[in-house]
């Protein structure tokens, strides 16, 4: 392979894994409250059932 493809499929690579990488980050910053809401009852009650983790994730951002 040519150094310069190899050099722009690398790039590109990159490209998109960053991407993914901020958009990963963003989600979580946005439902940060929400993440440590259910990290503290997780903690105070050690397990959580489906309907406790539903109401707690009532107001998660998905996209």
């Excluded at 993440?35 to 059932?49: G, H, M, S």
Aim: charged share 30%; proline share 0%; hydrophobic share 45%.
């Amino acid at each position: 392979m040519v150094e310069s493809t190899q050099a722009r499929i690398d790039q590109a690579i990159r490209d998109i894994v960053m991407g993914v990488f901020e958009h990963a980050y963003r989600i979580l910053d946005i439902n940060r409250a929400v993440l440590e809401r259910c990290a503290r009852e997780l903690l105070a009650r050690e397990t959580l059932d489906e309907s406790d983790i539903r109401q707690l994730t009532q107001g998660l951002v998905r996209n």
